[in-house]
């Protein structure tokens, strides 16, 4: 059973008054929010995705000082981006962030999530942030914190993970961003989860919807939103060539390893298996796949879709730290 939330226009325009109120007077101080630039909007929420709002905060700072504009980050190449980059992960966020960069500059940047979201790496969640906070388009926005704040609000026992459920949320965050401020309506609901609805700590003295919360009302906080199931992990057993020669080292486009696709990665064979294998030079994780790592290093290695590249520009190239984990236990 999933509890019915209020469907009626004059409480959904109230709580959205309350939590742009509260929004206006409890907002941390974050670099991205100093304007209304959609660039800056538009980098800081790619940043934030797998990461901390403290973590991101100096990478924030660094990219912007070393690509101050759209059309800067779009003329610079891509090993200076992922240089940049490096430190924070899941580099095909700085990928697609290069390759959108280009049409933006190109286009200038559209004013509807609905033409965002044609564009590499923007995703409805993505589309929705910078159309709305840059443009004050009135469409609501659905990550992780917007999940927990509506389903405790509400009562929703909603496997939010599928897209059915995931809808409904979407439908009810939109609803109240149709009341007046968009920008700040959606800003508060991703920091009222943040600083105040949190998964563990939760203050719900602080909280300017704690009077009608069904979840408080029923007891439900720890148990909304529900937990989604884990992903079983899964053994991979990678078998890299590694082969150096005058400084350079052999890598091919990965077409064959089901982690960091269409990346310059040494050659090799992997193998999915039951069970971790005896013997390994060394372990990885990405996301649920354990990789366990077993090197082969040659003298020379010939192939036509070889591409030797200088240990020193390794990081520019592919800056996952699995390479330089398999480097480390070979002879250089």
């Not at 989860?193 to 602080?206: E, F, I, R, S």
């Amino acid at each position: 059973m999933t509890a019915k939330y209020d469907h009626k226009s004059d409480h959904k325009a109230a709580h959205h008054k309350d939590l742009v109120t509260w929004y206006k007077k409890n907002k941390r101080d974050l670099p991205w929010r100093a304007n209304k630039d959609p660039y800056r909007i538009w980098l800081s929420e790619v940043m934030l995705q797998q990461t901390t709002v403290v973590a991101v905060i100096p990478y924030f700072e660094k990219f912007l000082a070393k690509f101050p504009t759209v059309h800067d980050l779009a003329n610079a190449p891509e090993a200076e981006v992922l240089e940049a980059w490096a430190g924070l992960g899941y580099y095909s966020r700085a990928r697609n962030l290069h390759k959108a960069a280009k049409a933006l500059s190109a286009q200038g940047f559209p004013k509807t999530a609905a033409e965002l979201l044609e564009l590499p790496g923007f995703g409805p969640y993505t589309s929705r942030a910078v159309s709305s906070i840059a443009f004050g388009e009135k469409v609501g926005v659905l990550d992780g914190n917007v999940i927990r704040v509506l389903s405790r609000k509400y009562g929703l026992k909603l496997e939010w993970w599928n897209n059915k459920a995931r809808a409904q949320l979407q439908d009810i965050s939109d609803e109240l961003a149709r009341f007046g401020q968009s920008d700040n309506l959606n800003q508060g609901l991703m920091e009222l989860g943040a600083t105040v609805c949190t998964p563990q700590k939760v203050m719900c003295m602080l909280c300017p919807w704690s009077d009608d919360c069904v979840a408080r009302e029923k007891n439900l906080i720890e148990k909304l939103p529900l937990k989604k199931p884990r992903k079983e992990s899964e053994v991979w057993v990678w078998k890299p060539l590694v082969a150096i020669k005058d400084r350079k080292v052999a890598l091919i486009q990965n077409d064959y390893a089901p982690f960091l696709k269409g990346q310059w990665i040494f050659p090799g064979e992997i193998a999915l298996e039951k069970s971790k294998p005896k013997d390994y030079d060394a372990k990885h994780n990405i996301t649920h796949h354990d990789i366990f790592i077993q090197i082969t290093q040659k003298k020379s290695l010939s192939g036509r879709n070889i591409q030797w590249v200088e240990l020193k520009e390794l990081k520019k190239v592919n800056p996952s730290s699995l390479l330089q984990k398999v480097l480390h236990k070979v002879d250089i």
